[in-house]
């Protein structure tokens, strides 16, 4: 487990963040797809001689899919299983796939994603969306004053001016 060790740590150094290049209708959030992560991660791992394989595994009772990393040297190999859930649909089934695949390779190899939209600028790392807040209990923020709101998904409380997407104002000698 050593060489594959050295390798997986290598790779880690030479990896970049991945650039969010898809949004999910949904949520509208965005993300970097399958393909732009294998584009991203296989020739870095390529050039380690570290093989990735991500088989759907099937018995009769269940199914799991693994990531298998491989060293292509020594033979050692590290492998994470998912089972997968039991759908009667095959499309549903695809996009589960896909989505533990994504995040099972951004957590084995640990890899980050690049901030595209303009949020690094900023301290806020979670901007809730206002069709899931409520008016919090008469609290308000203590930047700016405004009401606070509560996102229902995380039960956090926000200013509803989001005011800490602006800088911070420093004082002047002018400003008292």
């Known amino acids: 487990m050593k060489e594959l060790a050295k390798k997986l740590l290598a790779i880690q150094k030479d990896m970049q963040a991945i650039k969010k290049d898809s949004v999910n209708p949904h949520f509208k959030n965005r993300y970097f797809d399958i393909n ?45 299983m998912i089972p997968l859930p039991q759908s009667a649909k095959a499309q549903e089934l695809g996009s589960v796939i896909t989505y533990y695949r994504r995040y099972a390779l951004q957590s084995f190899f640990l890899l980050e994603a ?8 900023t301290a806020a790392k979670y901007v809730p969306k206002e069709a899931q807040a409520t008016p919090s209990t008469g609290a308000h923020c203590a930047r700016c004053a405004a009401p606070m709101l509560t996102s229902q998904t995380s039960g956090k409380a926000y200013c509803s001016k989001k005011c800490w997407l602006e800088p911070k104002k420093e004082l002047d000698e002018n400003s008292y």
């Open 114 to 121: 690049e901030d595209d939209d303009g949020e690094t600028a």
């Open 36 to 80: 732009t992560l294998i584009g991203e991660l296989k020739p870095v791992a390529n050039a380690h001689g570290v093989l990735i394989l991500q088989p759907i595994i099937t018995d009769r009772d269940s199914a799991h899919l693994e990531t298998r990393v491989i060293d292509a040297d020594s033979g050692e190999e590290l492998v994470a």
